[in-house]
């Protein structure tokens, strides 16, 4: 009987030595492999990208278009922006979060090109102003946009994203010419049916006392 029970205290030993070591070991070997769960995470990367805003109020005034940038960290770009240069004349740039960018351009064939940098990255920044003339007329419209190869922008650690390699993403602007009526007609159709009246009459009287008047005139020249 004593050899009985203590060959079944030492069964007993082995199997929760068993229970056990499997407890701990489970994790360890589910380690060793490759999880599915992290596989099913996606990365989250910062979108990176520009956009232009456009604006204007009428013939007779500047248009407003606005540059600005998407991303982290943002410390320099590039951008070569076209338009209708039968509508708009390029003007002057000047910078916002980053300093003045240097320009070349052509109104002729409707190109700008800007760049500028900043010793600090920014976070979704607007870069620069643009400024142009209104040449249009009333209806006219264009399409202000990115020429992609020469687009890019990059963080403060230099590291580089190009529109002509889909690393960033581009947004054009649309811009119409609004047309508005001149001070004239304005207030020709101010004016209520009996003001006119009031203003022929008025003409009238006195084109007719001009006309007595030089009858009169004549009579007594005639009778000297």
């Known amino acids: 009987m004593k050899h009985i029970t203590t060959a079944s205290t030492v069964a007993g030993v082995l199997l929760a030595?068993?229970?056990?070591?499997?407890?701990?070991?489970?994790?360890?070997?589910?380690?060793?492999?490759?999880s599915t769960q992290t596989s099913q995470v996606a990365t989250v990367e910062d979108e990176f990208g520009v956009v232009l805003?456009?604006?204007t109020?009428?013939?007779?005034?500047?248009?407003?278009?606005?540059?600005?940038?998407?991303?982290?960290?943002l410390a320099g770009y590039e951008a070569n922006v076209s338009f209708d240069p039968s509508v708009l004349q390029f003007d002057n740039a000047t910078g916002a979060d980053f300093p003045d960018p240097v320009t070349n351009?052509?109104?002729?064939?409707?190109?700008?090109y800007l760049t500028s940098s900043h010793q600090d990255g920014h976070e979704h920044p607007t870069v620069a102003v643009l400024e142009f003339d209104v040449v249009g007329t009333g209806g006219d419209e264009t399409d202000i946009q990115f020429i992609e190869a020469d687009t890019l922008v990059n963080t403060a650690d230099l590291d580089v994203y190009e529109a002509s390699s889909e690393e960033i993403t581009t947004e054009s602007a649309s811009l119409e010419v609004v047309g508005?009526?001149?001070?004239?007609?304005?207030?020709?159709?101010?004016?209520s049916p009996l003001t006119i009246v009031g203003a022929a009459f008025g003409a009238g009287v006195l084109l007719m006392a001009v006309i007595v008047g030089a009858v009169l005139y004549g009579k007594r020249l005639g009778q000297q």
Do not use: K
């Open 17 to 34: 030595l068993v229970v056990v070591t499997g407890f701990f070991a489970a994790p360890v070997t589910a380690a060793g492999l490759p």
């Open 53 to 55: 805003e456009a604006e």
């Open 57 to 73: 109020e009428s013939p007779e005034e500047a248009a407003v278009v606005t540059l600005g940038a998407r991303g982290d960290d």
């Open 105 to 112: 351009f052509d109104n002729d064939d409707g190109w700008v």
């Open 180 to 191: 508005t009526e001149t001070a004239i007609s304005e207030s020709v159709l101010d004016l």
